[in-house]
Protein backbone atom coordinates (compact mmCIF):
# COMPACT_ATOMS: atom_id res chain seq x y z
CA UNK A 1 0.00 0.00 0.00
CA UNK A 2 1.49 3.16 -1.25
CA UNK A 3 1.96 5.87 2.06
CA UNK A 4 0.00 9.03 1.58
CA UNK A 5 1.53 12.22 0.14
CA UNK A 6 2.44 15.06 2.54
CA UNK A 7 1.13 18.16 1.13
CA UNK A 8 1.96 21.69 2.80
CA UNK A 9 -0.67 24.25 1.42
CA UNK A 10 0.79 27.29 2.38
CA UNK A 11 -1.63 30.62 2.48
CA UNK A 12 -4.90 30.36 3.22
CA UNK A 13 -7.28 32.82 1.40
CA UNK A 14 -9.73 31.22 -1.68
CA UNK A 15 -6.91 29.48 -3.50
CA UNK A 16 -5.07 27.62 -0.56
CA UNK A 17 -8.60 26.65 0.71
CA UNK A 18 -9.75 25.64 -2.46
CA UNK A 19 -6.92 23.81 -3.08
CA UNK A 20 -6.43 22.00 0.28
CA UNK A 21 -10.28 21.20 -0.24
CA UNK A 22 -9.45 19.78 -3.62
CA UNK A 23 -6.59 17.56 -2.17
CA UNK A 24 -8.75 16.79 0.37
CA UNK A 25 -11.58 15.24 -1.22
CA UNK A 26 -9.44 13.11 -3.14
CA UNK A 27 -9.71 9.99 -0.83
CA UNK A 28 -6.13 9.56 1.18
CA UNK A 29 -4.23 10.36 -1.92
CA UNK A 30 -2.53 13.68 0.46
CA UNK A 31 -2.39 14.35 4.08
CA UNK A 32 -2.66 17.74 4.09
CA UNK A 33 -1.43 20.71 6.20
CA UNK A 34 -2.70 24.24 5.84
CA UNK A 35 -0.45 27.22 6.98
CA UNK A 36 -1.89 30.63 7.37
CA UNK A 37 0.13 33.41 9.45
CA UNK A 38 -2.68 35.77 10.03
CA UNK A 39 -5.36 34.53 13.35
CA UNK A 40 -8.02 33.40 10.65
CA UNK A 41 -8.64 31.87 7.67
CA UNK A 42 -10.14 33.68 4.06
CA UNK A 43 -7.36 36.01 3.32
CA UNK A 44 -9.83 38.67 1.12
CA UNK A 45 -12.53 37.08 3.05
CA UNK A 46 -12.72 38.82 6.07
CA UNK A 47 -15.58 39.56 8.17
CA UNK A 48 -15.63 42.52 11.38
CA UNK A 49 -18.26 41.90 14.12
CA UNK A 50 -19.35 45.58 14.74
CA UNK A 51 -22.18 44.98 18.32
CA UNK A 52 -23.13 41.59 17.03
CA UNK A 53 -23.35 42.92 13.02
CA UNK A 54 -21.26 41.13 10.76
CA UNK A 55 -19.63 43.60 7.87
CA UNK A 56 -17.71 42.02 4.90
CA UNK A 57 -14.73 44.42 4.47
CA UNK A 58 -12.81 42.45 1.19
CA UNK A 59 -14.92 40.11 -0.57
CA UNK A 60 -18.22 41.36 -1.13
CA UNK A 61 -19.72 40.70 -4.08
CA UNK A 62 -20.16 37.99 -7.39
CA UNK A 63 -22.86 37.07 -9.84
CA UNK A 64 -23.67 33.90 -11.50
CA UNK A 65 -22.17 34.76 -14.89
CA UNK A 66 -18.40 35.19 -14.22
CA UNK A 67 -18.03 33.42 -11.29
CA UNK A 68 -19.81 29.84 -12.17
CA UNK A 69 -16.89 27.81 -10.45
CA UNK A 70 -17.61 30.23 -6.91
CA UNK A 71 -21.20 29.45 -7.24
CA UNK A 72 -20.79 25.88 -7.99
CA UNK A 73 -18.55 25.32 -4.28
CA UNK A 74 -20.63 27.47 -2.69
CA UNK A 75 -23.71 25.40 -3.40
CA UNK A 76 -21.73 22.35 -2.64
CA UNK A 77 -20.95 23.81 0.94
CA UNK A 78 -25.06 24.76 1.34
CA UNK A 79 -24.05 28.65 1.78
CA UNK A 80 -27.02 30.70 1.24
CA UNK A 81 -26.72 33.90 -1.53
CA UNK A 82 -29.27 37.14 -1.66
CA UNK A 83 -29.30 39.40 -3.78
CA UNK A 84 -26.64 42.69 -3.50
CA UNK A 85 -26.34 46.21 -5.66
CA UNK A 86 -23.56 47.18 -7.20
CA UNK A 87 -24.48 50.56 -8.61
CA UNK A 88 -21.51 53.62 -8.98
CA UNK A 89 -21.10 56.90 -8.57
CA UNK A 90 -18.38 59.07 -8.96
CA UNK A 91 -18.09 62.62 -6.80
CA UNK A 92 -14.59 63.80 -7.28
CA UNK A 93 -12.07 67.06 -8.23
CA UNK A 94 -11.02 67.61 -12.21
CA UNK A 95 -7.88 68.40 -13.27
CA UNK A 96 -9.36 71.28 -15.01
CA UNK A 97 -11.07 72.64 -12.07
CA UNK A 98 -14.41 72.29 -10.76
CA UNK A 99 -16.40 68.96 -9.52
CA UNK A 100 -18.21 66.19 -11.17
CA UNK A 101 -20.93 64.29 -9.65
CA UNK A 102 -22.81 61.64 -10.95
CA UNK A 103 -24.24 58.23 -9.80
CA UNK A 104 -26.20 55.16 -11.37
CA UNK A 105 -28.09 53.98 -8.75
CA UNK A 106 -31.43 56.27 -8.46
CA UNK A 107 -31.98 56.90 -12.69
CA UNK A 108 -31.75 60.41 -13.71
CA UNK A 109 -31.87 61.97 -10.30
CA UNK A 110 -28.89 60.27 -9.67
CA UNK A 111 -27.28 60.90 -13.08
CA UNK A 112 -27.78 64.52 -12.56
CA UNK A 113 -27.45 64.64 -9.31
CA UNK A 114 -25.07 67.74 -9.74
CA UNK A 115 -27.62 70.10 -11.56
CA UNK A 116 -25.13 71.67 -13.56
CA UNK A 117 -24.37 68.47 -15.45
CA UNK A 118 -27.73 68.80 -17.27
CA UNK A 119 -26.76 71.76 -18.94
CA UNK A 120 -22.95 71.06 -19.50
CA UNK A 121 -22.16 69.98 -23.47
CA UNK A 122 -19.48 68.20 -22.42
CA UNK A 123 -21.24 66.36 -19.38
CA UNK A 124 -23.52 64.83 -22.41
CA UNK A 125 -20.79 64.24 -24.48
CA UNK A 126 -19.16 62.09 -21.89
CA UNK A 127 -22.54 59.71 -22.21
CA UNK A 128 -22.22 59.52 -26.01
CA UNK A 129 -18.42 58.40 -25.19
CA UNK A 130 -20.02 55.63 -23.31
CA UNK A 131 -21.99 54.14 -25.78
CA UNK A 132 -18.83 54.40 -28.25
CA UNK A 133 -16.83 52.96 -25.94
CA UNK A 134 -18.41 49.58 -26.44
CA UNK A 135 -18.40 49.27 -29.79
CA UNK A 136 -14.39 50.50 -30.04
CA UNK A 137 -14.00 47.67 -27.18
CA UNK A 138 -15.81 45.25 -28.70
CA UNK A 139 -14.15 45.82 -32.05
CA UNK A 140 -10.82 45.61 -30.50
CA UNK A 141 -11.18 42.49 -28.93
CA UNK A 142 -12.65 40.74 -32.08
CA UNK A 143 -10.06 42.23 -34.03
CA UNK A 144 -6.84 40.84 -31.39
CA UNK A 145 -8.95 37.70 -31.12
CA UNK A 146 -8.98 37.12 -34.64
CA UNK A 147 -5.18 37.64 -35.23
CA UNK A 148 -3.25 36.68 -32.55
CA UNK A 149 -0.26 38.12 -34.42
CA UNK A 150 -1.41 42.05 -33.44
CA UNK A 151 0.11 43.23 -30.15
CA UNK A 152 -1.51 42.95 -26.81
CA UNK A 153 0.79 44.92 -24.90
CA UNK A 154 -0.46 48.33 -25.70
CA UNK A 155 -1.90 49.96 -22.61
CA UNK A 156 -4.74 51.49 -21.31
CA UNK A 157 -3.43 54.67 -21.68
CA UNK A 158 -2.59 54.04 -25.46
CA UNK A 159 -5.97 53.17 -26.17
CA UNK A 160 -7.86 56.15 -25.10
CA UNK A 161 -5.35 58.05 -26.69
CA UNK A 162 -5.62 56.24 -30.41
CA UNK A 163 -9.30 56.59 -29.34
CA UNK A 164 -9.51 60.14 -28.79
CA UNK A 165 -11.79 60.16 -25.55
CA UNK A 166 -12.41 63.44 -23.68
CA UNK A 167 -10.58 64.28 -20.54
CA UNK A 168 -14.11 63.82 -18.85
CA UNK A 169 -14.62 60.39 -20.08
CA UNK A 170 -11.43 59.95 -18.85
CA UNK A 171 -11.59 61.51 -15.23
CA UNK A 172 -15.50 61.02 -14.81
CA UNK A 173 -16.10 57.85 -16.04
CA UNK A 174 -13.24 55.19 -17.48
CA UNK A 175 -10.41 55.47 -14.63
CA UNK A 176 -13.48 55.65 -11.60
CA UNK A 177 -14.12 52.27 -13.00
CA UNK A 178 -11.02 50.96 -13.25
CA UNK A 179 -9.32 52.76 -10.42
CA UNK A 180 -12.41 51.20 -7.84
CA UNK A 181 -11.97 47.36 -9.59
CA UNK A 182 -8.55 47.19 -8.89
CA UNK A 183 -7.30 49.47 -6.24
CA UNK A 184 -4.92 51.27 -8.20
CA UNK A 185 -3.47 54.95 -8.34
CA UNK A 186 -3.71 56.98 -11.74
CA UNK A 187 -0.92 56.24 -13.38
CA UNK A 188 -0.95 52.23 -12.45
CA UNK A 189 -4.84 52.17 -14.38
CA UNK A 190 -3.29 54.01 -17.19
CA UNK A 191 -1.02 51.46 -17.48
CA UNK A 192 -3.22 48.52 -17.49
CA UNK A 193 -2.63 45.85 -20.04
CA UNK A 194 -5.87 47.46 -22.74
CA UNK A 195 -6.67 43.86 -23.91
CA UNK A 196 -7.03 42.58 -20.55
CA UNK A 197 -8.87 45.26 -19.06
CA UNK A 198 -11.37 45.24 -22.23
CA UNK A 199 -11.67 41.41 -22.05
CA UNK A 200 -12.71 42.06 -17.88
CA UNK A 201 -15.27 44.64 -18.94
CA UNK A 202 -16.52 42.33 -21.65
CA UNK A 203 -16.84 39.32 -19.69
CA UNK A 204 -18.30 40.76 -16.66
CA UNK A 205 -21.10 42.22 -18.79
CA UNK A 206 -19.54 46.28 -17.66
CA UNK A 207 -19.82 47.81 -21.73
CA UNK A 208 -23.69 47.29 -21.71
CA UNK A 209 -25.68 49.81 -19.89
CA UNK A 210 -28.62 47.10 -19.95
CA UNK A 211 -28.78 43.36 -19.56
CA UNK A 212 -26.01 43.74 -16.70
CA UNK A 213 -26.18 40.20 -14.52
CA UNK A 214 -27.49 40.43 -10.82
CA UNK A 215 -24.80 41.17 -8.30
CA UNK A 216 -25.50 38.87 -4.93
CA UNK A 217 -23.59 38.50 -1.80
CA UNK A 218 -23.14 35.57 0.82
CA UNK A 219 -26.03 35.62 3.00
CA UNK A 220 -24.63 36.11 6.78
CA UNK A 221 -21.13 37.60 5.20
CA UNK A 222 -18.50 35.74 3.99
CA UNK A 223 -16.95 34.08 7.00
CA UNK A 224 -19.70 31.48 6.80
CA UNK A 225 -17.99 30.17 4.03
CA UNK A 226 -14.61 30.23 5.40
CA UNK A 227 -15.85 28.45 8.48
CA UNK A 228 -17.70 25.59 5.85
CA UNK A 229 -14.52 25.13 4.44
CA UNK A 230 -12.75 24.71 7.28
CA UNK A 231 -15.42 22.20 8.82
CA UNK A 232 -15.06 19.80 6.20
CA UNK A 233 -11.11 20.35 5.60
CA UNK A 234 -10.99 19.29 9.49
CA UNK A 235 -13.47 16.64 9.17
CA UNK A 236 -11.68 15.32 6.19
CA UNK A 237 -8.18 15.48 8.55
CA UNK A 238 -6.19 18.46 7.20
CA UNK A 239 -4.04 19.90 9.86
CA UNK A 240 -4.59 23.71 9.76
CA UNK A 241 -2.29 26.03 11.63
CA UNK A 242 -3.43 29.79 12.09
CA UNK A 243 -0.92 32.76 13.27
CA UNK A 244 1.90 30.83 11.86
CA UNK A 245 3.94 32.50 9.32
CA UNK A 246 5.71 30.56 6.97
CA UNK A 247 9.15 31.84 6.89
CA UNK A 248 10.97 30.02 4.37
CA UNK A 249 10.38 26.76 2.13
CA UNK A 250 13.65 24.56 0.70
CA UNK A 251 14.80 21.78 -0.78
CA UNK A 252 15.50 19.01 1.66
CA UNK A 253 16.04 14.72 1.10
CA UNK A 254 13.98 14.76 -2.00
CA UNK A 255 10.71 16.98 -0.33
CA UNK A 256 10.56 20.25 1.15
CA UNK A 257 11.28 21.40 4.52
CA UNK A 258 8.84 24.60 5.76
CA UNK A 259 10.67 26.36 8.26
CA UNK A 260 7.57 28.47 10.18
CA UNK A 261 9.29 32.09 12.01
CA UNK A 262 8.76 30.37 15.27
CA UNK A 263 11.78 28.22 14.54
CA UNK A 264 9.46 25.01 13.93
CA UNK A 265 10.23 22.84 10.88
CA UNK A 266 7.90 20.31 8.85
CA UNK A 267 9.17 18.05 5.73
CA UNK A 268 6.65 17.85 2.99
CA UNK A 269 6.42 16.06 -0.60
CA UNK A 270 5.07 18.84 -2.22
CA UNK A 271 4.04 22.09 -1.79
CA UNK A 272 1.64 24.49 -2.86
CA UNK A 273 1.84 27.82 -2.81
CA UNK A 274 -1.37 29.75 -1.94
CA UNK A 275 0.51 33.52 -1.42
CA UNK A 276 1.24 36.58 -3.19
CA UNK A 277 3.70 35.73 -5.94
CA UNK A 278 6.15 38.29 -3.75
CA UNK A 279 5.43 36.36 -0.56
CA UNK A 280 6.44 33.22 -2.83
CA UNK A 281 9.51 34.66 -3.65
CA UNK A 282 10.34 35.81 -0.26
CA UNK A 283 9.96 32.35 1.36
CA UNK A 284 11.71 30.50 -1.90
CA UNK A 285 14.53 32.54 -1.35
CA UNK A 286 17.78 31.78 -3.10
CA UNK A 287 16.41 28.07 -4.28
CA UNK A 288 14.08 30.31 -6.62
CA UNK A 289 14.79 29.38 -9.85
CA UNK A 290 15.29 31.51 -12.71
CA UNK A 291 12.05 30.76 -14.46
CA UNK A 292 10.25 31.06 -11.01
CA UNK A 293 12.00 34.85 -10.46
CA UNK A 294 10.94 35.70 -14.12
CA UNK A 295 7.28 34.91 -14.15
CA UNK A 296 6.27 35.25 -10.54
CA UNK A 297 8.62 38.40 -10.15
CA UNK A 298 6.15 40.23 -12.99
CA UNK A 299 2.97 40.37 -10.97
CA UNK A 300 3.24 43.15 -8.80
CA UNK A 301 0.69 44.66 -5.75
CA UNK A 302 -0.49 47.88 -4.87
CA UNK A 303 -1.59 48.35 -0.84
CA UNK A 304 -4.07 49.96 0.32
CA UNK A 305 -5.51 51.29 3.84
CA UNK A 306 -8.78 50.36 4.46
CA UNK A 307 -11.15 52.37 7.07
CA UNK A 308 -14.33 50.37 8.39
CA UNK A 309 -16.29 53.61 9.68
CA UNK A 310 -19.45 55.57 10.15
CA UNK A 311 -18.26 59.15 8.68
CA UNK A 312 -20.69 60.05 5.77
CA UNK A 313 -18.47 62.91 4.76
CA UNK A 314 -16.67 60.79 3.09
CA UNK A 315 -19.76 59.73 0.29
CA UNK A 316 -21.39 62.45 -2.42
CA UNK A 317 -22.08 65.36 -1.57
CA UNK A 318 -25.85 65.00 -3.26
CA UNK A 319 -27.41 61.90 -1.48
CA UNK A 320 -28.95 61.20 -4.78
CA UNK A 321 -25.71 60.32 -6.09
CA UNK A 322 -24.98 57.34 -2.72
CA UNK A 323 -24.17 54.25 -4.87
CA UNK A 324 -22.67 50.63 -3.51
CA UNK A 325 -19.41 52.04 -4.54
CA UNK A 326 -18.59 55.99 -4.46
CA UNK A 327 -15.05 56.91 -6.23
CA UNK A 328 -13.97 60.05 -4.70
CA UNK A 329 -10.71 60.85 -6.33
CA UNK A 330 -7.24 58.93 -7.37
CA UNK A 331 -3.83 60.35 -7.08
CA UNK A 332 -0.10 59.11 -7.51
CA UNK A 333 0.33 56.78 -4.26
CA UNK A 334 -3.68 55.83 -4.22
CA UNK A 335 -7.08 55.11 -4.95
CA UNK A 336 -9.79 56.76 -2.54
CA UNK A 337 -13.52 54.83 -2.96
CA UNK A 338 -16.31 54.34 -0.45
CA UNK A 339 -18.48 50.97 -0.19
CA UNK A 340 -21.96 51.14 1.27
CA UNK A 341 -22.53 48.78 3.04
CA UNK A 342 -25.76 48.80 3.82
CA UNK A 343 -26.40 48.70 0.48
CA UNK A 344 -23.78 46.47 -0.75
CA UNK A 345 -24.64 43.47 1.79
CA UNK A 346 -28.06 44.31 2.99
CA UNK A 347 -28.27 45.70 6.20
CA UNK A 348 -30.67 47.95 8.25
CA UNK A 349 -29.42 50.39 10.32
CA UNK A 350 -30.82 53.69 11.85
CA UNK A 351 -28.21 55.65 12.65
CA UNK A 352 -25.08 56.83 10.98
CA UNK A 353 -24.10 54.20 7.67
CA UNK A 354 -21.93 51.43 7.73
CA UNK A 355 -19.02 52.22 5.47
CA UNK A 356 -15.41 50.97 4.15
CA UNK A 357 -13.34 53.51 2.54
CA UNK A 358 -9.84 52.77 0.83
CA UNK A 359 -7.34 55.33 1.43
CA UNK A 360 -9.05 58.16 2.48
CA UNK A 361 -8.09 61.51 2.14
CA UNK A 362 -8.40 62.30 5.43
CA UNK A 363 -8.75 59.70 8.92
CA UNK A 364 -11.91 59.34 8.94
CA UNK A 365 -14.70 59.96 12.01
CA UNK A 366 -16.02 56.85 13.83
CA UNK A 367 -13.77 54.61 12.78
CA UNK A 368 -14.38 51.19 13.68
CA UNK A 369 -11.21 49.10 12.20
CA UNK A 370 -8.12 49.32 10.02
CA UNK A 371 -6.85 46.98 7.99
CA UNK A 372 -4.11 47.19 4.85
CA UNK A 373 -4.62 44.94 2.43
CA UNK A 374 -3.22 43.99 -1.40
CA UNK A 375 -4.42 43.90 -5.09
CA UNK A 376 -2.74 42.54 -7.92
CA UNK A 377 -2.40 44.96 -10.73
CA UNK A 378 -3.50 44.31 -14.46
CA UNK A 379 0.17 45.21 -15.91
CA UNK A 380 1.14 44.26 -19.62
CA UNK A 381 4.07 42.43 -17.96
CA UNK A 382 1.49 40.41 -15.50
CA UNK A 383 -0.62 39.83 -18.92
CA UNK A 384 2.00 38.17 -20.63
CA UNK A 385 3.46 36.29 -17.09
CA UNK A 386 -0.06 34.74 -17.05
CA UNK A 387 0.43 33.23 -19.99
CA UNK A 388 3.63 31.36 -19.56
CA UNK A 389 2.68 29.97 -15.76
CA UNK A 390 2.48 26.55 -17.15
CA UNK A 391 5.84 26.61 -17.43
CA UNK A 392 6.89 26.50 -13.86
CA UNK A 393 3.53 24.46 -12.80
CA UNK A 394 4.55 21.43 -10.68
CA UNK A 395 8.16 21.35 -12.35
CA UNK A 396 10.18 20.36 -9.09
CA UNK A 397 7.14 19.25 -6.70
CA UNK A 398 5.96 22.97 -6.56
CA UNK A 399 2.58 24.42 -7.57
CA UNK A 400 1.57 28.22 -7.42
CA UNK A 401 -1.88 29.55 -6.98
CA UNK A 402 -3.68 32.93 -6.43
CA UNK A 403 -5.79 35.42 -7.71
CA UNK A 404 -3.40 37.06 -9.98
CA UNK A 405 -3.03 34.51 -12.39
CA UNK A 406 -6.65 36.04 -13.89
CA UNK A 407 -8.27 39.12 -12.71
CA UNK A 408 -7.32 39.26 -9.65
CA UNK A 409 -10.87 38.28 -7.73
CA UNK A 410 -12.31 35.26 -5.65
CA UNK A 411 -13.27 33.58 -8.67
CA UNK A 412 -9.57 33.47 -10.19
CA UNK A 413 -8.49 32.87 -6.90
CA UNK A 414 -10.42 29.48 -6.72
CA UNK A 415 -9.78 28.50 -10.07
CA UNK A 416 -5.77 28.86 -9.57
CA UNK A 417 -6.23 26.60 -6.35
CA UNK A 418 -8.67 23.90 -7.59
CA UNK A 419 -6.29 23.85 -10.75
CA UNK A 420 -2.89 23.17 -8.72
CA UNK A 421 -4.17 20.50 -6.56
CA UNK A 422 -5.99 18.88 -9.93
CA UNK A 423 -2.25 19.23 -11.38
CA UNK A 424 -0.96 17.87 -8.24
CA UNK A 425 -3.28 14.63 -8.17
CA UNK A 426 -2.19 14.12 -12.14
CA UNK A 427 -5.83 15.27 -12.85
CA UNK A 428 -7.62 16.43 -15.71
CA UNK A 429 -8.81 20.34 -14.98
CA UNK A 430 -12.60 20.25 -14.16
CA UNK A 431 -13.17 23.70 -14.34
CA UNK A 432 -16.74 25.54 -15.26
CA UNK A 433 -16.79 28.52 -18.25
CA UNK A 434 -18.63 31.00 -17.70
CA UNK A 435 -22.49 30.50 -18.82
CA UNK A 436 -24.40 31.95 -21.37
CA UNK A 437 -26.52 34.96 -20.06
CA UNK A 438 -30.44 33.99 -20.09
CA UNK A 439 -31.61 36.21 -22.31
CA UNK A 440 -35.60 36.03 -22.60
CA UNK A 441 -37.81 37.25 -25.25
CA UNK A 442 -40.04 39.78 -25.01
CA UNK A 443 -42.91 37.45 -24.80
CA UNK A 444 -40.96 35.29 -22.25
CA UNK A 445 -40.11 39.20 -20.00
CA UNK A 446 -43.65 39.66 -19.55
CA UNK A 447 -44.31 36.13 -18.83
CA UNK A 448 -41.49 36.31 -16.03
CA UNK A 449 -42.89 39.44 -14.53
CA UNK A 450 -45.91 37.99 -14.09
CA UNK A 451 -45.26 34.92 -12.40
CA UNK A 452 -42.50 36.84 -10.11
CA UNK A 453 -45.58 39.07 -9.20
CA UNK A 454 -47.47 36.08 -8.59
CA UNK A 455 -44.96 34.24 -6.29
CA UNK A 456 -44.42 37.19 -4.34
CA UNK A 457 -47.56 37.64 -3.90
CA UNK A 458 -48.59 33.85 -2.68
CA UNK A 459 -45.51 32.60 -1.00
CA UNK A 460 -45.53 33.46 2.19
CA UNK A 461 -44.59 30.40 3.82
CA UNK A 462 -41.21 28.81 3.26
CA UNK A 463 -38.55 29.88 1.02
CA UNK A 464 -38.27 29.20 -2.74
CA UNK A 465 -35.62 30.51 -5.05
CA UNK A 466 -35.35 30.85 -8.73
CA UNK A 467 -31.90 30.77 -9.68
CA UNK A 468 -31.79 31.31 -14.00
CA UNK A 469 -29.33 30.09 -16.08
CA UNK A 470 -26.07 32.73 -15.90
CA UNK A 471 -27.79 35.47 -14.11
CA UNK A 472 -30.62 36.86 -11.92
CA UNK A 473 -32.23 35.58 -8.16
CA UNK A 474 -35.70 35.83 -7.37
CA UNK A 475 -36.62 34.81 -3.98
CA UNK A 476 -40.06 34.58 -2.20
CA UNK A 477 -41.02 34.13 0.71
CA UNK A 478 -38.78 33.26 3.89
CA UNK A 479 -37.89 30.32 6.27
CA UNK A 480 -39.67 30.66 9.94
CA UNK A 481 -40.77 28.58 12.71
CA UNK A 482 -43.78 27.96 10.64
CA UNK A 483 -42.23 26.74 7.86
CA UNK A 484 -38.43 25.68 7.77
CA UNK A 485 -38.86 23.81 4.15
CA UNK A 486 -36.95 25.71 1.28
CA UNK A 487 -36.33 24.53 -2.21
CA UNK A 488 -34.13 26.53 -4.88
CA UNK A 489 -35.20 25.88 -8.64
CA UNK A 490 -32.12 26.83 -11.04
CA UNK A 491 -34.49 27.94 -14.88
CA UNK A 492 -32.07 27.00 -17.93
CA UNK A 493 -34.65 28.24 -20.59
CA UNK A 494 -37.27 31.12 -20.04
CA UNK A 495 -39.94 28.67 -21.03
CA UNK A 496 -40.64 28.05 -17.80
CA UNK A 497 -42.21 31.25 -16.99
CA UNK A 498 -44.51 31.23 -20.51
CA UNK A 499 -45.40 27.93 -19.51
CA UNK A 500 -46.08 29.05 -16.11
CA UNK A 501 -48.16 31.72 -16.34
CA UNK A 502 -50.22 29.99 -19.72
CA UNK A 503 -51.03 26.65 -17.93
CA UNK A 504 -50.40 27.36 -14.48
CA UNK A 505 -49.54 24.48 -12.22
CA UNK A 506 -49.94 21.91 -15.12
CA UNK A 507 -46.85 24.19 -17.44
CA UNK A 508 -44.89 24.16 -14.64
CA UNK A 509 -44.97 20.28 -14.66
CA UNK A 510 -44.52 20.07 -18.45
CA UNK A 511 -41.45 22.60 -17.80
CA UNK A 512 -39.80 19.85 -15.30
CA UNK A 513 -40.42 17.13 -17.57
CA UNK A 514 -39.17 19.19 -20.83
CA UNK A 515 -35.71 20.28 -18.79
CA UNK A 516 -36.89 23.91 -18.62
CA UNK A 517 -35.84 23.99 -14.74
CA UNK A 518 -34.53 21.45 -12.29
CA UNK A 519 -33.51 21.30 -8.41
CA UNK A 520 -30.10 22.51 -6.80
CA UNK A 521 -31.09 19.70 -4.28
CA UNK A 522 -31.53 16.92 -6.52
CA UNK A 523 -32.96 14.49 -3.28
CA UNK A 524 -35.49 16.80 -1.34
CA UNK A 525 -35.96 19.88 -3.78
CA UNK A 526 -39.20 18.73 -5.50
CA UNK A 527 -40.79 17.05 -2.48
CA UNK A 528 -39.65 20.74 -1.06
CA UNK A 529 -41.63 22.48 -3.38
CA UNK A 530 -44.80 20.48 -3.20
CA UNK A 531 -44.53 21.55 0.77
CA UNK A 532 -44.38 25.13 -0.33
CA UNK A 533 -46.94 25.16 -2.61
CA UNK A 534 -49.04 23.04 -0.56
CA UNK A 535 -48.87 25.18 2.82
CA UNK A 536 -49.39 28.50 0.56
CA UNK A 537 -52.49 26.86 -0.94
CA UNK A 538 -53.93 25.82 2.58
CA UNK A 539 -52.82 29.11 4.74
CA UNK A 540 -54.43 30.96 1.15
CA UNK A 541 -57.79 29.23 2.08
CA UNK A 542 -58.17 29.65 5.50
CA UNK A 543 -57.76 33.59 5.20
CA UNK A 544 -59.55 34.27 1.86
CA UNK A 545 -62.86 32.99 1.84
CA UNK A 546 -63.06 33.63 -2.43
CA UNK A 547 -59.86 31.26 -2.44
CA UNK A 548 -61.64 28.50 -0.47
CA UNK A 549 -64.50 28.30 -2.65
CA UNK A 550 -62.05 27.94 -5.33
CA UNK A 551 -62.27 24.91 -7.53
CA UNK A 552 -59.47 22.96 -8.80
CA UNK A 553 -60.42 23.87 -12.59
CA UNK A 554 -60.19 27.96 -11.65
CA UNK A 555 -56.47 29.05 -12.30
CA UNK A 556 -54.70 30.88 -9.90
CA UNK A 557 -53.27 32.93 -12.66
CA UNK A 558 -55.82 34.56 -14.81
CA UNK A 559 -53.43 34.68 -17.72
CA UNK A 560 -53.49 29.87 -17.47
CA UNK A 561 -57.55 30.74 -17.82
CA UNK A 562 -57.63 29.28 -21.67
CA UNK A 563 -55.40 26.31 -20.94
CA UNK A 564 -57.75 25.25 -17.70
CA UNK A 565 -60.95 25.44 -19.76
CA UNK A 566 -58.96 23.11 -21.96
CA UNK A 567 -57.96 20.37 -19.53
CA UNK A 568 -61.67 20.61 -17.38
CA UNK A 569 -63.19 19.93 -20.91
CA UNK A 570 -60.47 17.00 -21.35
CA UNK A 571 -61.27 15.92 -17.74
CA UNK A 572 -65.20 16.01 -18.61
CA UNK A 573 -64.68 14.23 -21.80
CA UNK A 574 -62.91 10.95 -20.15
CA UNK A 575 -65.41 10.56 -17.55
CA UNK A 576 -64.87 6.68 -15.65
CA UNK A 577 -67.63 4.64 -17.22
CA UNK A 578 -66.44 0.78 -17.92
CA UNK A 579 -65.34 1.57 -21.75
CA UNK A 580 -63.21 4.66 -20.99
CA UNK A 581 -62.01 3.22 -17.74
CA UNK A 582 -60.17 0.83 -19.71
CA UNK A 583 -58.55 3.18 -22.27
CA UNK A 584 -57.36 5.48 -19.10
CA UNK A 585 -55.44 3.34 -17.89
CA UNK A 586 -54.22 1.80 -20.70
CA UNK A 587 -52.96 5.51 -21.45
CA UNK A 588 -51.70 5.83 -18.44
CA UNK A 589 -49.74 2.29 -17.79
CA UNK A 590 -48.43 1.29 -21.20
CA UNK A 591 -45.06 0.11 -20.17
CA UNK A 592 -44.74 -3.26 -22.29
CA UNK A 593 -42.84 -6.48 -21.53
CA UNK A 594 -43.39 -8.86 -24.20
CA UNK A 595 -44.62 -12.37 -23.25
CA UNK A 596 -44.84 -11.37 -19.50
CA UNK A 597 -47.42 -13.51 -17.88
CA UNK A 598 -50.45 -10.98 -16.03
CA UNK A 599 -49.26 -12.64 -12.56
CA UNK A 600 -46.00 -9.70 -13.67
CA UNK A 601 -49.03 -6.87 -13.58
CA UNK A 602 -48.65 -3.49 -13.32
CA UNK A 603 -45.69 -3.38 -15.37
CA UNK A 604 -47.88 -5.75 -17.92
CA UNK A 605 -48.82 -3.97 -20.86
CA UNK A 606 -52.79 -3.33 -20.06
CA UNK A 607 -53.91 -2.94 -23.64
CA UNK A 608 -53.51 -6.98 -23.92
CA UNK A 609 -55.88 -7.62 -21.03
CA UNK A 610 -59.16 -7.82 -22.07
CA UNK A 611 -61.31 -9.26 -18.82
CA UNK A 612 -62.75 -6.24 -17.07
CA UNK A 613 -61.50 -8.16 -13.90
CA UNK A 614 -58.41 -8.33 -14.77
CA UNK A 615 -58.07 -4.66 -15.91
CA UNK A 616 -60.00 -3.71 -12.32
CA UNK A 617 -57.10 -6.14 -9.97
CA UNK A 618 -54.16 -4.46 -12.25
CA UNK A 619 -55.02 -0.96 -11.65
CA UNK A 620 -55.36 -1.56 -7.80
CA UNK A 621 -51.60 -3.27 -7.78
CA UNK A 622 -50.72 -0.10 -9.70
CA UNK A 623 -51.98 2.23 -7.49
CA UNK A 624 -50.43 0.25 -4.41
CA UNK A 625 -47.36 -0.35 -5.56
CA UNK A 626 -47.08 3.28 -6.67
CA UNK A 627 -48.19 4.70 -2.98
CA UNK A 628 -45.65 1.88 -1.69
CA UNK A 629 -42.41 3.27 -3.82
CA UNK A 630 -43.58 7.03 -2.91
CA UNK A 631 -43.57 5.99 0.83
CA UNK A 632 -40.17 4.66 0.30
CA UNK A 633 -38.83 7.26 -1.28
Given at each position: MEEEMRVAVVGAGVSGLAAAHELARAGGAARVTVYEAEESLGGHARTADVDGVHLDLGFMVFNRVTYPNMLEWFEELGVEMEISDMSLSVSTQLSGGGRCEWGSRNGLSGLLAQKSNALRPAFWHMIREILKFKEDALKYLEDHESNPDLDRHETLGQFIQTHGYSQLFQEAYLIPICASIWSCPLQGVLGFSAFFVLSFCRNHHLLQIFGRPQWLTVKGRSHTYVNKVREELESMGCQIKTSCQVKSVSNFEGGYKVLEVSGSEEVYDKIIFGAHAPDVLRMLGDEAT?????????????????????????????????????FLRTTSSGVSVTYWLNLLQNIES?????????????????????????????????????????????????????????????????????????????????????????????????????????????????????????????????????????????????????KVATEADLGMADAYINGYFSFVDKREGLLNLFLILIANRDAQKSSNSAASKRGWWTPMLLTAGIASAKYFLRHISRKNTVTQTRRNISQHYDLVIPNAPSSCCPRLCLNVLTDKSQILKCACRVMISSRFSWIHR
Open positions: HEELRILGAFQYVHSDIYLHRDDTLMPQNPSAWSAWNTGRPFLVTLNPPHVPDHVLLKWNTGHPVPSVAAAKASLELQQIQGNRGIWFCGAYQGYGFHEDGLKAGKSAAQGLLGQKSSLLLNPKQMVPSWTECGARLLVTRFLNQYVTIGNMTILEEGGTMFSFGEVDKKCLVKTVLRVHDPLFYW
